[in-house]
């Protein structure tokens, strides 16, 4: 069965949220949804100027999502990866897609810089970033306009370079 990556619309939005918040508790995340004012109001967080939010679909139903928040100076924030486990790793590759789908997004709007929060109880999501470009940076290495608004579950922060 083919996975297709398409752009997030409302008509999606229960999915989503039931999607990130059970991975969320899969994982002891203590966040909620009500913590997530970016999941309530998904197209106007993300789908503005070089941003944008993309569901992973499988028969008609969202498997896996990630976003790319603009946050100017050629900077973007990847935010809100998640794939449900019966899709994680082969065969399916529905990770691999979600990030080539939103990296040729950010390449083809003039991002350059792609930054990125993640917690260390996602020891698997970490890899992942590594294995696809993205290198740990201290919270301190974060520029202004990212660590303001940085998710306080986040303790572990990437970067990856994209080029000009």
């Not at 999915?15 to 899969?26: A, D, F, N, Y």
């Not at 969202?62 to 794939?83: C, S």
């Not at 990212?146 to 000009?164: C, S």
């Amino acid at each position: 069965m083919d996975v297709m990556i398409v752009p997030y619309v409302e008509s999606y939005k229960d999915q989503v949220v039931t999607l990130v918040t059970s991975i969320q508790r899969e994982f002891g995340v203590p966040v909620t949804y009500e913590d997530q004012p970016d999941l309530q109001d998904i197209a106007g967080t993300f789908q503005k100027g070089a941003g944008n939010f993309w569901v992973a679909l499988m028969e008609g139903q969202v498997i896996g999502t990630i976003a790319l928040i603009d946050r100017g100076e050629q900077t973007g924030i990847l935010r809100k990866m998640f794939v449900y486990p019966d899709y994680r790793g082969a065969p399916n590759g529905v990770g691999g897609k979600l990030l080539d789908t939103l990296l040729a997004w950010a390449n083809a709007h003039g991002i350059r810089h792609i930054f990125l929060g993640t917690n260390d109880r996602l020891a698997a999501a970490a890899r992942f970033y590594e294995k696809n470009g993205f290198h740990l940076i201290a919270d301190e290495s974060l520029p202004p306009h990212v660590a303001a608004v940085r998710m306080k579950v986040d303790n572990r922060h990437y970067h990856r370079e994209l080029a000009a």
